[in-house]
């Protein structure tokens, strides 16, 4: 049974990064492309980044294009995402998913419960 537990949300400052992690079991996670997306307030899921199994190569969104990074440790079987000069207007709730691409359009992934990043001063 595939499960994904999102981490490492909370408060950060305009400017300010945070790090965020999912935790994943049930399945072979090395094989498997992974992805972040996220869900604003009154807006649909916007995807965020994905990474290949091997982390051979790496994708990214426009929106926080240049302030993330994915990245993955699978001998801990745990996805990141690092976020850098965070800006108010990613305050949103972000999930990790199991698939490449997921949260852009006809794609459906499992997705973990998520985790809150609030960007407030």
């Known amino acids: 049974q595939v499960q994904l537990v999102e981490s490492g949300g909370g408060l950060a400052q305009p400017g300010g990064s945070l790090r965020l992690s999912c935790a994943a079991s049930g399945f072979d996670f090395s094989g498997f492309s992974m992805s972040w997306a996220r869900q604003a307030p009154g807006k649909g899921l916007e995807w965020i980044a994905s990474i290949y199994g091997d982390s051979s190569d790496s994708y990214y969104g426009d929106s926080l294009k240049g302030r993330v990074t994915i990245s993955r440790d699978n001998t801990k079987n745990t996805l990141y995402l690092q976020m850098n000069s965070l800006k108010p207007e990613d305050t949103a709730v972000y999930y990790c998913?199991?698939?490449?691409?997921?949260?852009?359009?006809?794609?459906?992934?499992?997705w973990g419960q998520g985790t809150q990043v609030t960007v407030s001063s």
């Open positions: 998913g199991k698939g490449l691409g997921c949260g852009r359009p006809t794609i459906s992934c499992p």
